[in-house]
């Protein structure tokens, strides 16, 4: 059986500890919280079917982790300069490349990402496909909202969603998210 082996990081962020899986070429593979890391594994399993992921902790800082924490501190746009890796299905990997275009701060509803990759009536599927994200916040699955704008599931839990998009809006806009269930 073939092996996949990555490194993982952990780093600490306003909303807790993350967790970065990266490869040697620096692209992310994973991401995800310290209190989800039973679902890092899982995503991982999932995405690289037949192969042995061995992940070996990361002694350094990568190239990701510190674009992460300009992130962080403000710079919303570096995310897009990150480098990804993902297994998935071609369905999967087309929403998540849609979900790469969503502009911070203009949040959109399941329903609208469907249209935008031409599948208007899978809004299922999308809502699958975005819940089997693995790699959150850069793929940014957090910015995909009910129709009637009510923060609906996120794998890292409503308040890091809450943060995330509150993080995102203009600093002129005066509205912020709220939790809606």
């Not at 989800?36 to 992921?53: A, I, S």
């Not at 061995?54 to 002694?59: E, F, K, V």
């Not at 509803?109 to 496909?129: F, N």
């Not at 916040?137 to 308040?159: A, F, M, N």
Request: hydrophobic fraction near 40%; charged fraction near 20%; charge should be neutral.
């Amino acid at each position: 059986m073939p092996h996949l082996s990555l490194l993982m990081e952990r780093m600490n962020t306003p909303i807790g500890q993350m967790l970065l899986v990266t490869d040697e070429h620096q692209r992310v593979r994973a991401l995800d919280w310290q209190d989800h890391e039973d679902r890092l594994h899982l995503l991982m399993q999932r995405q690289y079917r037949g192969d042995t992921v061995i992940l070996n902790t990361h002694s350094g800082t990568s190239p990701a982790a510190l674009a992460m924490q300009a992130y962080f501190e403000g710079d919303l746009q570096i995310i897009d300069t990150i480098a990804i890796a993902t297994g998935g299905t071609d369905f999967q990997r087309t929403v998540w490349k849609a979900l790469r275009d969503i502009i911070p701060g203009t949040p959109i509803s399941y329903t609208a990402l469907a249209e935008k990759i031409g599948k208007p009536s899978a809004v299922r599927a999308v809502g699958l496909a975005n819940g089997a994200n693995p790699v959150g916040i850069i793929v940014p699955c957090h910015r995909v909202i009910g129709s009637d704008k009510s923060l609906t599931g996120y794998g890292g839990g409503l308040e890091r969603k809450k943060w995330l998009l509150n993080h995102e809006l203009p600093k002129t806009t005066a509205g912020q998210f709220s939790l809606h269930y």
